[in-house]
């Protein structure tokens, strides 16, 4: 590979960016979808490959993005995608990639833990923790924190837009509690934790206000 960002490769041409259909191969690093006559060969990284395992020969969809693997000098350029089950988990590989040092192959094998655990990782700068992903020492480490540690909270955001609704609190419920408590100063990973708290319970909320206040009364009898 080419070691590009798919987002700053020169030359890059962005045709597809979603398949769905029937899973029908799961290797270590790719998948492959029937769609229609046609078969695709999507790279996944493994966090992404582990939530595809239970789902072969069912339909899945997949959120993908190309870059062209070779050498350009030498004319030899083969497009490639690479794949994710969420926009968020997308948007967090391009941010990676845009790192120096980090590229479709490194970013690919180092994510190997969920998005979620990953970027808050880097957002409490917890550089033994992000060194233990593979190919990612503690030099790269402070390098992905000192570029990526200040967006987030903002991505921490689209990650919980995109969650499936908890119990019987409805999406649109939980993202906007979960965004006016970090308003209010929580931080991203206790907040979530709250809310996720509140939903075990399976209660039904109506309004955010509702969940907000039986997230506050519960802490307060903890």
Do not use: W
């Amino acid at each position: 590979m080419n070691g590009l960002c798919p987002a700053l490769s020169s030359g890059m041409i962005f045709l597809i960016t979603r398949i769905t259909g029937r899973l029908v191969r799961l290797g270590d690093s790719e998948a492959r979808l029937a769609a229609g006559p046609f078969e695709y060969e999507v790279l996944v990284p493994e966090f992404v490959r582990r939530q595809l395992q239970a789902q072969l020969d069912q339909e899945v969809s997949l959120r993908t993005i190309e870059y062209l693997e070779g050498n350009p000098q030498q004319g030899r350029l083969t497009p490639r995608m690479v794949g994710f089950l969420s926009d968020a988990e997308l948007e967090f590989f391009e941010l990676v990639c845009s790192v120096d040092g980090m590229g479709v192959k490194k970013s690919l094998r180092a994510m190997v833990r969920p998005v979620r655990e990953v970027a808050e990782a880097i957002e409490e700068q917890n550089i033994k923790e992000l060194s233990l992903l593979p190919g990612i020492g503690p030099a790269m480490s402070e390098r992905i924190v000192a570029k990526l540690r200040r967006k987030m909270a903002r991505f921490a955001l689209l990650i919980a837009k995109e969650m499936p609704p908890a119990g019987h609190v409805e999406r649109s419920i939980m993202t906007d509690a979960l965004e006016a408590l970090i308003s209010l100063g929580h931080h991203p990973h206790d907040a979530r934790e709250q809310i996720d708290r509140v939903a075990a319970t399976k209660k039904k909320f109506a309004s955010v206000e509702d969940l907000l206040t039986e997230i506050y009364l519960t802490s307060r009898k903890g």
